[in-house]
């Protein structure tokens, strides 16, 4: 059983830039999520992909986005970029559904904004 | 508005004695715990959860207890062992809907001296 993977591991941006980021689910898992944890904080969910719908989001701006392919994989998805945005993102997986409270978490790939 | 809460920033314990997270919230609404375990430069790992209508929930070393009436969960880790060192994440779900995000606490650093 294959977990979850991302790409890239580490990228370095500079303000205004934009960046796409991949994660491959767990084999079988269908709900991707991402998060965002800054230095010193936990991870904050930006927003949930069920069956390739955007299926609830967290208190981040329009200019974070995200796809779900028909295969379950994600990519997120930064216009514009901010010094702020400069963070570990992590995607986890998950079988969805209410019985299937369990996330599995990708190694993260880390963003630097200069 | 931070829902959840782990008050204690590091732990320190020594090898073989017991080591005791703890994590307070104040939604009602959330009706699964989980906690996870995070290495430098790794993702973090799932460890162990309980639903929000049990007290206690066993897995080898890893013990979890819910106080509902306090709002209150802790992770006990017995024996310690110096490769559970690692920084440990609370986590809550809430219930309701299809959207299950996690929210997560800032994490506490545990240490476990040989």
């Known amino acids: 059983e294959t977990g979850v993977t991302q790409s890239p591991t580490h990228l370095i941006k500079t303000r205004g830039q934009q960046v796409t980021l991949r994660c491959s689910s767990q084999?079988?898992?269908?709900?991707v999520s991402w998060y965002q944890q800054a230095l010193g904080q936990g991870p904050q969910f930006i927003f949930q992909?069920?069956?390739?719908?955007?299926?609830g989001r967290g208190n981040f701006p329009p200019r974070f986005s995200g796809l779900q392919f028909p295969n379950y994989s994600s990519e997120l998805n930064v216009n514009a970029l901010e010094l702020d945005d400069s963070a570990l993102y992590l995607c986890?997986?998950?079988?969805?559904?209410?019985?299937?409270?369990?996330?599995?978490f990708g190694p993260g790939t880390r963003l630097l904004v200069l | 508005d931070q829902q959840v809460k782990q008050n204690s920033p590091s732990l320190s314990v020594q090898e073989g004695r017991i080591s005791i997270l703890n994590c307070d919230y104040t939604?009602?609404?959330?009706?699964?715990f989980l906690w996870y375990k995070k290495y430098p430069a790794e993702g973090p790992t799932f460890l162990i959860s309980?639903?929000?209508?049990?007290d206690k929930n066993e897995d080898g070393r890893f013990t979890v207890f819910l106080n509902k009436s306090a709002k209150h969960l802790s992770l006990h880790i017995v024996p310690s062992q110096p490769g559970d060192s690692a920084v440990y994440f609370c986590?809550?779900?809430?219930?309701?809907?299809?959207?299950?995000?996690?929210?997560f606490g800032k994490g506490t650093l545990l240490t476990v001296n040989p």
């Open positions: 309980i639903s929000s209508i049990k």
């Open positions: 986890a997986s998950s079988l969805g559904g209410a019985d299937q409270e369990t996330q599995y």
């Open positions: 986590a809550a779900r809430r219930g309701g809907g299809s959207n299950y995000k996690l929210t």
């Open positions: 992909y069920y069956r390739e719908e955007e299926n």
């Open positions: 939604n009602s609404m959330f009706d699964y």
């Open positions: 084999s079988g898992h269908n709900t």
